[in-house]
């Protein structure tokens, strides 16, 4: 193989390996077959590193772009297929490729494992408005012909095709649900101006205009105060009272205002002389007056005149 002979070969108890099989092929070609011990895998250490090697590969491969695990087989073939074109001996400083074949690799051609592809359809008879390309996964490089083993997800099955179309993007496969609407919600963040989105993070506490912590239920809840262009209401301040807390400053009243308050209050003390008698015009209008409102003025005839100036003469 290569040009060189091999000579003996390592391995351990596994039946895999422990077999007639195994043991007739060995003696075909003189070849020396040694076992390790029982549950002693420091005897086959360079075996059980590669092994760890090409499973920690394989587990970052699958787990990347979300492919299922039972492509484990052809993730553990990717990852032997790549570390053996990109992995540098540690003495000599060359591939293990370049040292079989005395060339470097070409890995021009590597995709990422898993991606996202388009396959090309060639063998089906489309229409006009049909779309010609099937969604799939990258799985494997073929190992006998110039193309790309690939999972299709119409048909369910692994085949092999060199016109494909890949998506190497960082998203997971399949894409992430919802992916163009946060595309849309960002670009329309962009345009509104400055103040109106301020995001609220865990633990926060917002703060209102006096520099006060508050809350959005608190805002809501809370009354405007006079800064703000009113006054507390009468409950917030029978609420103020009950925590015995000081209510805040009355309304200022104008002198005339005062004045005005303290006549209506004294016309409204004086006890009426008579109340059986009928209330004359003039009685009203001085009720009128102590109750807010303006008295009627009305022209009278000279007749009613006369007769309004009697009765109160006689009253």
Sequence with gaps: MFGHTIVK???????????????????????KHELSSTYTPQQNGVVEKKNK???????????????????????????????????????????????????????SYFRVFGCKCYIYKKRQHLGKFQRRCDI?????????????????????IVEETYDVEFDESNERYGGIDGA??????????????????????DGEELVDQNGSPSTLEEDEDKPL??????GKGPSSQAQLQAQGQESPPQEQVSPSRLNNQVQATSHQVTP????????????????????????????????????????????
């Excluded at 070969?9 to 070849?31: A, L, M, Q, T």
């Design 9 to 31: 070969i390592r391995s351990d108890n596994g039946s895999e390996f422990k077999n007639s099989h195994i043991d007739d092929y060995c003696d075909e070609h003189g070849i």
């Design 53 to 107: 090697t090409l499973i920690t590969l394989a587990r970052s491969m699958l787990d990347e772009y979300g492919t299922p695990e039972r492509f484990w087989a052809e993730a553990i073939n990717t990852a032997c297929y790549a570390s053996n074109r990109l992995y540098l001996h540690r003495l000599l400083k060359k591939t293990a490729y370049e040292l079989l074949f005395g060339r470097k690799p070409n890995v």
């Design 136 to 156: 799939g996964f990258m799985v494997r490089y073929s190992a006998n012909a110039k193309a790309y083993r690939v999972y299709n997800e119409s048909t369910g």
């Design 180 to 201: 163009e609407d946060e595309e849309e919600q960002r670009r329309a963040m962009k345009k509104m101006p400055k103040g109106e989105i301020k995001p609220k993070e």
């Design 225 to 230: 105060t006079p800064q703000d262009g009113q």
């Design 272 to 315: 009426q002389a008579n109340t059986s008698r009928p209330r004359t015009r003039q009685q009203a209008n001085i009720e009128a007056q102590t109750q807010g409102g303006a008295p009627r003025e009305e022209q009278l005839s000279p007749i009613r005149a006369s007769r309004l100036f009697g009765q109160i003469n006689d009253e």
